[in-house]
């Protein structure tokens, strides 16, 4: 969805550090990077391709000037190459832009620009926006009125960060539904998508609002409207360190996201004092409905069956991009809870804005100072610490802790708390099962159709499961509630589909061993995963992955997804493929 920085520095050169700010954006895309300085000239590089490649073919002293903007792009409109490949420039290369999200009206703006004789050279829809700002400050208007007009013609979500050569030592940075932060350092000042692109230079940030501009110029910060008026904004202190959003020793992203998952939820389970003061404060409700996609969307259907079997609650899951067609009936008395890691999943922030209107809304979410924590009427912050890589997992974990404390506080559920809060130690048992699963991983990796399936609380674990492996393996994999496969998908079960079963003790038990012993009696390969003690089990799977005896189906999508990521990640490392950066996904989808 693409990542945009800027920076102003006092008496360094920006180029490397434009470089260093935006790889640690990567997560936002990785098909194609540019950077542009400005002292004398503007000066361009960009290319197609993955920030440490571009970073061996330029020479950085080709990019002086101690102002600059960098991108790293996730194509939406135009091939990744070249040409397209941010930042944009307007016919006379004075004004450079670099954008993230879309321009929905560029068609018919490029139209007119180039009848009046404007040139373009890519195919994007940014393209539009330094021309329109060229032609506005040919009519006299200064950077800021240029693009200020230009925000009027354009429909459609950007954040932008700009600069022109006509004013010199000044970044100008807008925003409407795309993220976009400023960093304040000592006489140094940065514009980010996100936090972690700062987090070497500041822990000082401040949030802008949708319409908000801002204007950096060497010695301060002014952040406006989109009329003009001076806003006073709060300046965040951020808890996050560099450290947190290093490799340490891993040699991916998602391996050491994985091996911090137990961690991650004891973070979150330190939210318990404030989601129990948001119990209180929380009006009557009669129903709730989560909102989320992808593996939000997963915690939210694991969040269902809590709600509906503690509190006896109506609980419906909708994916945030179907919820405009179907609301499920909102009123006064709904509860939307709404699940996003990012804060910033356009499909989620457009439902958000839709159950506004009607319903209580909350929402859980990792990143601080998102756009969803800012719409929500109220917040529960996961405290997962930052997630770079793109296949979401210990966000995963610490939203499932998140709904388990609200589900178990509201439901006045003690016993079930106290389990919950032993959760790290059960998930340090699934991680002990990473040597058996690399050698699963090598011996499945030339699989081209898996299943996965799981009753009850188990049924969104196995679509999890599911949704890492293709995400980051590239082979089809299905999550199917395990009771289902025998109303069709049964007829593509044989010895070349393996399936996964998740087989936690509890009610769901009895009936998914049936389950299993159906696909099995079609040769199926089992992988299954249950208590390590579960004889039932260990006597019918060809491989048997155990664990946590005493951990019951209720609490068990937390250790019982572990051993999915991981064999989706050995899968993903045996065939060759970058489980951080899976092709043609983005940590953050700005896009609806
Ligand atoms: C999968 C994954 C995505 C996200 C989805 C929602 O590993 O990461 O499916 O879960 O794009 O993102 P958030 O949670 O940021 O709203």
Redesign the pocket.
Known sequence: MCGIVGCILKDKESAPVLLECVKKLEYRGYDSVGIATSDKEIRIKKDQGKIDDFRKKIDLNELPGKMGIAHVRWATHGLPTKENAHPHTDCNNRIAVVHNGIIENFKDLRSELEDSGHKFSSDTDTEIIPHLIESYMAEGKSLEEAIRFATRKIKGSYALAIMSLDEPGIIIGVRKESPLIVGIGEDEYFLASDVPAVLNHTDKAIYLDNREMVILDGNKVTIKDLDGEIISKKIHTIDWTEDMAKKQGYNHFMLKEIHEQPDAVKNTLREESEIRELVKKLPNFNKVCFV?????YHASLVGKYLFESILEMPTDVILASEFEYSSGGLDENTLVIL????G??AD?LKALKIANKKSETLAIVNVIGSSATREAKHVIYTRAGPEIG???TKTYVSQLTSIYLLALLLGGNEDHLKTLKKMPDYMEQSLKKEDQIKEIAKRYKNTWDFFFIGRGFSFPTAMEGA??LK?ITYIHGEGYAAGELKHGPLALIDDDVPVVAVIPPGHSHDKTLSNMEEVKSRKARIIALGADNDEDIISEAHEFIGFAPDIDEMLSPIPYVIPLQLLAYYISVERNIDPDKPKNLAK??TVE
């Open positions: 989320a996609c992808g593996t939000s699940i996003s890691q990012s910033e999943t989620t793109v296949a979401a949704l890492k995400e953050c989808v």
